[in-house]
């Protein structure tokens, strides 16, 4: 009877840690919403892509989530799948940013590839399963979704992905977004992580010092070595993420 006991104070505690991450720094799910909402409903002339709604996932330093969202009418209305990777881009942007150098998950694709420096890294760190697999799926995008408080793990290697800096240019965590092509979650992350007022960048490896999709992908080569290909379907990305920095810029 003491040992029932014994274990289920454990469960309690490790529940109520669980549930109260640090997240003091970081938009709250109804401002992650708003934002996220706000940037879609710009439709795809002005993100690029197919149009389609988004999943939105924020992640602290520790890789603990935060807040998980999607912009639809319902969770129906978005790729389901896309909330598991909305939330492994965030973690994996997260997790290979220095306080002094962002990479998004964009800058990851070159050196992820066959040959290359960073091969292999995407099957680095599987997502949590106790995170992917617990809770009832009503709950998913809501303010009580199951990943909320539980590390989320994973690895991902493509745009959607940007590391969050505050005003003081602290790392403080990750967005992901997905739910359209690659370059369409890499331009809405950009201009959500803009509007919430997290994009002091300090330096990343694209022009402008900044973290931003790169372009120059010939074949297998990047001639920065943090390259990304152009995504087919829907509008065309890449006079859109050329003027991204411009109209968007981080903020140092």
Known sequence: MKALILVGCLLVGTGFAQNNADCNSLPNFN????????VVKEGKQANSGLGNPEWGTIVNRDGVVCAVVFTGQDRSAEWPGSRLISAEKANTANAFSAPNFALS????YAASQPGQSLFGINMSAPPNPNAVFAGEP???????????GKAIGGSIVFGGGLPLYDSKGKIVGGLGVSGDTACAD?????KTRHALNLDHVPMGPAPGQTDNMILDMQGDTSASGFGHPTCKGGIGPDEILKHLAEKFPTQR
Do not use: C, E, M, R
Not at 105 to 108: E, G, K, Q, S
Not at 138 to 148: E, H, L, R, S, T
Not at 186 to 190: L, M, P, R, T, Y
């Open 31 to 38: 401002q992650l919403k708003d934002a996220l909402s706000k």
């Open 105 to 108: 998950t964009a800058n990851l």
């Open 138 to 148: 009503k709950d998913y995008g809501q303010a009580n979704d199951p990943f909320v």
């Open 186 to 190: 890499h331009v809405i992350a950009w």
